[in-house]
C-alpha cells in the first residue's frame, strides 16, 4: 500500500504516520467508581437489526439471503424482547434505515418497550469507503427516518461497516451524535479525539470478540464455514463478564436478532442475563445511551 504521493508506508516521514495515528484516537477514560445504584459493574446489551440490508448492501437479490434477513424480523426481535421484558433488561437496537422502513411497527414496539434504537447506517453500506458528501446525507437521512418512525431522535452511532472513513467523527459531530459505539481501543468508554482535541462525543467500545456473528456466520459458496459451538460462545462472553465484573468496569456485548435467536443460540442470551443478576456486588442493565450519560456525569479523570 502506499500514498497518494507514491511512497511507501515503510517510506512515510514521521509526521505521516502520526498523522494517521492520530486523527481519531482514545481521549480521556470514563469509568465511574461505581455504577448506578452502587452496581460494581455495567451490563450494556445491543443488538444490530440488520434484517435484509446486508444482501441489499452488496447489490444482491438471493431469496435465500433476504429470507434470513426476514427471520430477523419474524423471529428474532420477537424472541429478544419477550426475553428482555421477562428479566426487565433494557437494551440497546441499532437499525438500518432501510430496515426500519422495511418494518416501522418493529420500530415503535421496540421503543415503547423501553429500549433505544440508535444509527446503523441507510442500507448498512461500507460507510468507510463513503466520500464526505454521500457519508453525511445518508447519515443525516438515517437519522431522520429513525425520528419519523419512533419519535424519538437517535443520539448513538454503530458504523455498519464496524470502521470509520477519515470523515465520520467530523459528521458525527456536526450531526449531534453524543456517542458512537464502533472502534475499540479500551474496554472502558472513553471519550474521542480529533487530531489532538476532544471531541465530547462518548465511544462505548465493540470488540468482536464480544459479538456472535464472527462465531456464527456462514456463507454457503465459501470453503470456510466459521462455526463455534454454542456453549463455547457462551463460555466466552461469560469470561468477558467475570474481567468486566472483577474490574468494576463496562461489559458491552452485541448481538444480531438473525443469528442469536436460532433456537439452539437463544439460551446464550438467557443465561447470561440470569448469570449477571446472579452476581453479589450488584449489576446495572443498562441501554447504551444511559451508560454515556452517567459515564460523563459520575466518571473520575484517569
Request: hydrophobic share 35%.
Amino acid at each position: 500500500m502506499s500514498d497518494q504521493n507514491g511512497m511507501q508506508p515503510w517510506q512515510w516521514p514521521e509526521q505521516e504516520w502520526r498523522r494517521i495515528v492520530t486523527h481519531v484516537r482514545a481521549g480521556r477514560r470514563l469509568r465511574p467508581d461505581k455504577w448506578k445504584g452502587g452496581a460494581r459493574v455495567a451490563v450494556a446489551l445491543s443488538f444490530d437489526s440488520d434484517h435484509e440490508t446486508n444482501e441489499l448492501r452488496d447489490g444482491g437479490s438471493s431469496i435465500n439471503r433476504l429470507s434470513w434477513g426476514q427471520y430477523g424480523n419474524r423471529v428474532g426481535v420477537p424472541r429478544i424482547l419477550s426475553l428482555l421484558e421477562k428479566y426487565s433488561v433494557p437494551v440497546s437496537f441499532y437499525v438500518p434505515a432501510v430496515s426500519a422502513l422495511l418494518y416501522p411497527d418493529e420500530q415503535r414496539r421496540i421503543v415503547d418497550a423501553g429500549h433505544e434504537i440508535g444509527v446503523h447506517g441507510w442500507i448498512h453500506e461500507l460507510n468507510s469507503k463513503l466520500e464526505f458528501a454521500d457519508e453525511r446525507d445518508l447519515l443525516g437521512r438515517s437519522m431522520d427516518t429513525l425520528e419519523k418512525i419512533t419519535g424519538k431522535r437517535p443520539t448513538g452511532f454503530r458504523s455498519p461497516s464496524g470502521d470509520f472513513s477519515k470523515n465520520t467523527l467530523q459528521i458525527l459531530q456536526e450531526l449531534g451524535f453524543s456517542y458512537d459505539s464502533s472502534l475499540g481501543a479500551d474496554d472502558d468508554c472513553y471519550e474521542l479525539e480529533m487530531d489532538g482535541e476532544p471531541t465530547g462525543l462518548v465511544e462505548i467500545p465493540f470488540d468482536w470478540v464480544r459479538d456472535d456473528a464472527v462465531y456464527f456466520l456462514m456463507h454457503r459458496f465459501q470453503g470456510l464455514r466459521p462455526y463455534t459451538p454454542p456453549s463455547d460462545v457462551f463460555d466466552i462472553f461469560r469470561r468477558e463478564l467475570d474481567a468486566a465484573y472483577a474490574e468494576g468496569g463496562l461489559f458491552e456485548l452485541t448481538m444480531h436478532p438473525h443469528v442469536i435467536t436460532n433456537r439452539s443460540r437463544i439460551w446464550i442470551v438467557e443465561e447470561l442475563i440470569r448469570y449477571a443478576k446472579s452476581l453479589p456486588d450488584g449489576v446495572w442493565f443498562a441501554r447504551h445511551d444511559e451508560v454515556v450519560n452517567y459515564a460523563l456525569q459520575n466518571a473520575k479523570l484517569r
